[in-house]
């Protein structure tokens, strides 16, 4: 994520153009936080020195691969933390960007409601979390969660297929097989997980089955809490055929977050 910094060097139109396009905010100045809208130091990439912090905070702990709880490394046994351990899991590994805490739990809610630009951060952030993580190479589909399609009219975008068509991979493609066919409510932050697994049961289908058959399938979500939803769309996508099933989160939120 580099700044582009305040100078053009170029004189054609068409190139300023395209790098005003590309580079957003950057181009303007004073530059501003990418979130907060405070001004930026020279040292500061899109975000304030603030920001950086509460990101960095909330990303840097560790987790476990399966469920993606925060959990000391040393607690997980066989890709398990205690709380996933003897569980049955559809989702074979997971990766997340942050916990669902300070301004990075605002920057994903802003992002769901509305703050694209934001992607800015997060898209790296998440391309950056997942080529670290163990399934990175064998993934074949990047699977967005859906919205019903009317919240995603009503939306105007489904924030997870942001998140997902900025991701880099050597050869994994996008795919939107899967789709939302019943619309849920939305869950009150309390809700249990045996209320979050039965809002969202039978919620999930795949329409081409054929795009998801023997592959390796990386769902693409913003916020998980229970994993309920995650766990619904695996099941979904593995009753069509696929292999593996791992998802990637920007946010892990647990109740107390
Ligand atoms: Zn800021
Ligand atoms: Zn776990």
């Known amino acids: 994520m580099k700044r582009t910094g305040g100078q053009v060097r170029t004189g054609h139109r068409g190139n300023v153009l395209s790098l005003l396009t590309s580079a957003g905010h950057h181009l303007l100045w004073p530059a501003q936080c990418l979130f907060c809208g405070a001004l930026l130091a020279d040292q500061d990439e899109q975000l304030c020195a603030d920001c950086w912090t509460d990101v960095l905070d909330c990303t840097s702990g560790s987790y476990c691969p399966t469920c993606a709880r925060e959990v000391s490394e040393y607690a997980v046994l066989d890709r398990r933390c205690?709380?996933?351990?003897?569980?049955?899991?559809?989702?074979?590994?997971?990766?997340?960007?942050?916990?669902?805490?300070?301004?990075?739990?605002?920057?994903?809610?802003?992002?769901?409601?509305?703050?694209?630009?934001?992607?800015?951060?997060?898209?790296?952030?998440?391309?950056?979390?997942?080529?670290?993580?163990?399934?990175?190479?064998?993934?074949?589909?990047?699977?967005?969660?859906?919205?019903?399609?009317?919240?995603?009219?009503?939306?105007?975008?489904?924030?997870?297929?942001?998140?997902?068509?900025?991701?880099?991979?050597p050869h994994a493609r996008l795919c939107r097989a899967l789709v939302r066919v019943r619309a849920t409510r939305i869950q009150p932050h309390m809700a249990s997980p045996a209320q979050r697994r039965k809002n969202v049961a039978r919620a999930f289908s795949v329409k081409r089955p054929t795009q998801i058959a023997g592959r390796n399938i990386c769902l693409v979500d913003d916020i998980t809490t229970s994993g309920a939803t995650l766990h619904e769309c695996a099941k979904v996508l593995k009753q069509a055929g696929a292999v593996q099933v791992y998802a990637l989160v920007l946010a892990k939120a647990g109740h107390g977050r």
């Open 82 to 169: 205690p709380e996933c351990a003897g569980q049955i899991q559809t989702v074979d590994g997971m990766v997340r960007v942050g916990v669902y805490d300070k301004r990075f739990h605002e920057m994903v809610l802003s992002f769901k409601k509305g703050a694209t630009e934001l992607r800015h951060i997060l898209v790296p952030l998440a391309d950056s979390a997942l080529k670290g993580c163990a399934f990175y190479p064998k993934i074949d589909v990047f699977v967005p969660v859906p919205l019903h399609w009317t919240r995603r009219l009503a939306r105007g975008y489904n924030q997870a297929a942001v998140l997902a068509r900025g991701l880099t991979h």
